[in-house]
Structures are given as structure tokens and as C-alpha cells.
């Protein structure tokens, strides 16, 4: 419910802060007072439209601020947490006007759209009035109603879920058809390509690796002739070790014949051939090593011309090649079992189709029977509010034509205000007065199906009095056992039958040159005579107070 609501230099109020709690409330004052600038505020801190006129003259800004309190299951609490908003113990609304049209929103102190604002401000007031262009005039809310009041959501989801998962395997169908379509006007190019690219056969990172064993290969091949004339001149003909070992024999021989002259050559001439003999070696394992097969090479770099060239053909990089390989196959597998995976789909849409409209036909035949229920309750409040020659309908187009996730049936409430008038929609037929009754009828015969937290009636008793606004009076009081109810009124018999009474006043500062509106929770002397004000008028009289105390007695 509306526990708090603040409200800072909006209009003719500079500073207003009123506390709710549950059951009737209402607000009385004179014509003039401010009661519209109240409405106007609680509206724009629900998400309404901004206005720059709405802010106190002399002000660059003005705010309004409405604090609820709710249920942890109430669907507003997982609104939030869905749009990632901190869900607190109370739930606070805060909208700022500028003097220059623009507003910002809050919700529990984090900033949100407008629109965000105002989609969470239906989930917490409704806010009926003769000139009233939201809560249950729209035609779209009437079919929720319907589901509402008939306990039909469950089947009503049900159905929502049978259109998904109907439309979702329909669309399959589409994207497949198309994509078999695509595939049977280049059937030809597609099979030979296949062909080509399933003889090619494409592996995931050869060319690199090819790239890699050409470059070496090249590479070997031109040290090539450098190795050979290497080998030749260590063991060719050329060769310097047979004349070295002959010489270093020779030497050996000789040195026994004279002692230590000829040690240090026999040794360096030893460690030349050792070095001599391990380059042989090392040249015999670089010549093994660097020994490869031209047609080897030639291979390799006919391979990689055909996958180039089969990468310029088909515009996509070598190493994407192997992909696409494997997608020309599915392509052509999808082509060859078309027929078959097509009729398969068709064989589950046609399945899906007849569930769904079994389901849409169940919850149309169900909805009529809640709507007609609907009617009787809605009419029996009628006759004690002066609405006894009226009608209420509940006009229900069904067909597969407008079939949809809300199943077929296409719902809005519709009036006959006299017998004999042609019925239409209640938003257009009813006068301002009727259609605020109508409202309260159809609340009153709603008002245990569930429904928003806090109901907000502004002069729906105007145009009416006696036993009228006494049954209006009555019925606000029944609505409020069950949901929070405001009510602006300027019936006495309204009034009377409030748990809490606020009296609305202006007050005229002539120094300063301002005026200002105050809302303020008013006792129970001072509640007989505002009563008896709204009796008698400006001159309240001694009749009027006993007529006033009549009314509060009866209560």
C-alpha cells in the first residue's frame, strides 16, 4: 500500500507530507483547494507524463517522492530485481520536475527511465477519475481481467506456451526451406565443388606446416654445392689427411733418433687429424642430414599451389578451407534429406498448430462463461447507483484470425446506457459520471480476483447524491477490506464512511504574495463539521452539524 507521500514546491504546494494507512481514505476541501494538484503529484511520481508548469512558481525544481509497502511476493519486488533494482523493505518512487519540462526517476534511489517508472506505477496504483485514460479503460488489460476474475492464468499461460513453441518450429521450417531452396538453385556448382574440395582434403594448419618444410628444403638446397666441395676437399683426391698421416708416420719413425726434437710437431700434427678426421665425420652427418628428394620439394610446392588456388576460387583463407569443406557436405546432406526433414517439421508444426488451438478454443469457451459471470456481478451493483437502465457487456471477438500468445479472443468491455442505445466501448459511450460508476462496479465486482495494492478514486460521486453517493460510499468502503482505497470526494455520504479523513485548504499569504495548498489528517469534531460543511456549504447551520453527526453515526 501507499504508506507516505511527499511532495515539494509542486503547484500551489511548497511542502506536504502525508502518511497513509490501509482502509478508506479520503479527501475533502473546497472547490479550488488543490485536490487536483495532489492527483497530478501522486501521478507523476508513478511514471505520468512530466509538465515544467507543474513546478511552484519562484522554484527551479520540484519533486515528488510516494513510499510503498508490499508483500516480499508481490509481483513489483521481482520487477525490480529483474531490472536490477535493490529490493528493499519499502519501495520508494521519486520523480523530479524541472522548470524546464525535463524529470528524472528514481526508483530506490537508482536512476530509471520513465517508461520504467511508469510500467512499475501500474503494478502499485490505479487511479480512476472522470477524465481517467489509464487503469482499466485500455481495451488490452480487459482480456487480463477476464483471466483474473475467471482463475484462467494457468491455462491462459498454457496457451502462450503452446503459440512460442509453435511459432519457434514454424520458423525452423522457414530458415530450413529458404536454406534447401538456396541449396537446390546451386546444386550443380555445390556438388562438383564438394568434390573438389573432399579430393583436395584440406587438413586444419597445413599450410603452414608445407610453408614450413618448403623453406627449409630451399634452404638445404642451396648449401647444397657448398657441402659437396667441403666433402671433396677432405676426402677427395685433394684430400690433405693421407699426405698428413703418411708425413706424421714418417716423423714417428725418426723420433727415437733424436729425443725430444721432434715431440711437439708429432703432437700437433696428431691433434690435426683428430680435427681433420671429426670435421670428415660431422660433414658426413651434415651431407646425411641436408639429403633430401627434389620431387619431394616439387610435392610440396605443387600442394600448396592447389590449395591457394583453391583459397582465390572459393574467396576464403587456406586454413578456412577444411570448414568449408565440411559445410558443403552438410549443405548437400541437407539437400539430399530436404524432402524428408521437411515433411518432418510440417508433420510437428501441423502437431503444434492443433495443440495450440485446442488449448486458444478451451480458454475462449472458459473466458465467455467468466465474462458472462462477470456481467451479472458487475450489473448487480447498477441498480444502487443509479445506473439501472444501463448494461454491461463483455464483447468478445473470437477467431483464429487474431490468434496470438494471448490465445483468440479479442475482449473489451462495452455499455448500453439506456435500452434501446446502441452498445460500445464504455470509455466512449459512458458520460463522465457513468463511467467512473461503471469503474466502481466493475472494481467492486473484481476487488477479491486480486488487483493493484492501492485504488485511487478522484470525484467519481460528482453529479450524484443521496442514496447514490451513499452507494458509492459503501462500495469504496467494501473495496477498502480488501485493497487500499483513496478517494477524492465532494460527498458528504462518501465522506461519512471513511476510516481517515484529510481536509485540503489554500491559504493566502497577502506579505509574502503566495498562496499554498495543505493536506492535513483531520479528528473527529473537526471531521463533523467539514462534513457538514459539504452538506450546507459556506454558512454551515445547526441543522447541517446534526445532519453531519447522523451521517457519521450511521457508519
Not at 163 to 192: N, P, T
Request: hydrophobic share 40%; aromatic share 4%; proline share 3%.
Amino acid at each position: 500500500m501507499l504508506s507516505q507521500l511527499s511532495i515539494r514546491n509542486i503547484v500551489l504546494i511548497e511542502r506536504l507530507d502525508l502518511e497513509f494507512i490501509d482502509g478508506l481514505s479520503v479527501l475533502t476541501g473546497e472547490t479550488g483547494a488543490g485536490k487536483s494538484i495532489l492527483l497530478d503529484g501522486l501521478a507523476l511520481a508513478l511514471g505520468a507524463r512530466g509538465d515544467g508548469g507543474l513546478v511552484r512558481n519562484g522554484a527551479d525544481q520540484g519533486s515528488i517522492t510516494a513510499v510503498f509497502e508490499l508483500s516480499p511476493s508481490h509481483p513489483a519486488r521481482e520487477f525490480c530485481r529483474e531490472n536490477e533494482i535493490p529490493d528493499e523493505d519499502s519501495l520508494i518512487l521519486r520523480r523530479v520536475q524541472s522548470g524546464d519540462g525535463r524529470t528524472r526517476a528514481f526508483i530506490n534511489d537508482t536512476a530509471v527511465s520513465a517508461t520504467l517508472l511508469r510500467q512499475l506505477g501500474k503494478m502499485l496504483v490505479e487511479i480512476h477519475g472522470q477524465h481517467d485514460d489509464r487503469a482499466m479503460l485500455e481495451p488490452q488489460t480487459h482480456r487480463l481481467v477476464i483471466d483474473i476474475f475467471g482463475d484462467l492464468e494457468r491455462k491462459s499461460d498454457a496457451v502462450s506456451k503452446a503459440w512460442k513453441s509453435w511459432r519457434e518450429v514454424l520458423r525452423e521450417l522457414d530458415v530450413f526451406q529458404a536454406k534447401i531452396e538456396a541449396a537446390q538453385r546451386e546444386g550443380d556448382y555445390l556438388r562438383s565443388s564438394s568434390v573438389e574440395l573432399e579430393k583436395l582434403a584440406p587438413e586444419p594448419g597445413e599450410e603452414t606446416k608445407l610453408d614450413e618444410n618448403r623453406r627449409s628444403m630451399m634452404g638445404i638446397e642451396q648449401i647444397a654445392t657448398d657441402l659437396s666441395e667441403a666433402h671433396d676437399i677432405l676426402s677427395g683426391k685433394a684430400s690433405p689427411i693421407p699426405t698428413l698421416s703418411s708425413l706424421t708416420r714418417r716423423l714417428v719413425q725418426k723420433q727415437e733418433q733424436v729425443p725430444g726434437l721432434l715431440d711437439e710437431t708429432v703432437e700437433a700434427l696428431d691433434q690435426a687429424l683428430n680435427a681433420l678426421y671429426s670435421a670428415q665425420d660431422s660433414l658426413e652427418v651434415a651431407r646425411r642430414d641436408s639429403d633430401f628428394d627434389p620431387a619431394e620439394l616439387e610435392q610440396i610446392e605443387e600442394r600448396l599451389f592447389a590449395l591457394r588456388a583453391a583459397s582465390r576460387k572459393y574467396s576464403v583463407a587456406v586454413e578456412n578451407l577444411p570448414d568449408l569443406a565440411v559445410k558443403m557436405r552438410e549443405d548437400l546432406a541437407d539437400l539430399d534429406a530436404g524432402e524428408e526433414k521437411v515433411d518432418a517439421l510440417l508433420a510437428k508444426c501441423s502437431e503444434l498448430e492443433q495443440r495450440y488451438f485446442e488449448l486458444a478454443e478451451d480458454l475462449s469457451k472458459k473466458r465467455k462463461v467468466a465474462g458472462e459471470q462477470l456481467c451479472k456481478r458487475v450489473m448487480k451493483e447498477f441498480p444502487s447507483l443509479k445506473l439501472e437502465a444501463a448494461e454491461f457487456i463483455v464483447e468478445q471477438n473470437s477467431s483464429r484470425d487474431v490468434a496470438g500468445t494471448h490465445g483468440m479472443d479479442e475482449i473489451e468491455f462495452w455499455v448500453r446506457t439506456n435500452p434501446g442505445t446502441k452498445a460500445g466501448p464504455m470509455a466512449k459511450v459512458a458520460s463522465g459520471g457513468e463511467l467512473s460508476r461503471f469503474l466502481l462496479s466493475l472494481k467492486v465486482a473484481i476487488f477479491d480476483k486480486g488487483t493493484v495494492p492501492t485504488l485511487v478514486f478522484d470525484e467519481i460521486d460528482t453529479g450524484v447524491g443521496g442514496a447514490v453517493a451513499d452507494a458509492i460510499g459503501q462500495r469504496l468502503a467494501r473495496l477498502s477490506n480488501g485493497v487500499q482505497v483513496l478517494s477524492v470526494t465532494h460527498a458528504p455520504q462518501v465522506a461519512a464512511r471513511a476510516d481517515h479523513h484529510f481536509l485540503i485548504s489554500k491559504q493566502t499569504d497577502k506579505k509574502a504574495d503566495h498562496v499554498t495548498t495543505s493536506v492535513e489528517p483531520i479528528a473527529d469534531d473537526i471531521r463533523q463539521e467539514e462534513i457538514a460543511r459539504m452538506l450546507s456549504g459556506a454558512s454551515i447551520s445547526d441543522e447541517a452539524r446534526a445532519a453531519a453527526s447522523q451521517l457519521l453515526a450511521q457508519q
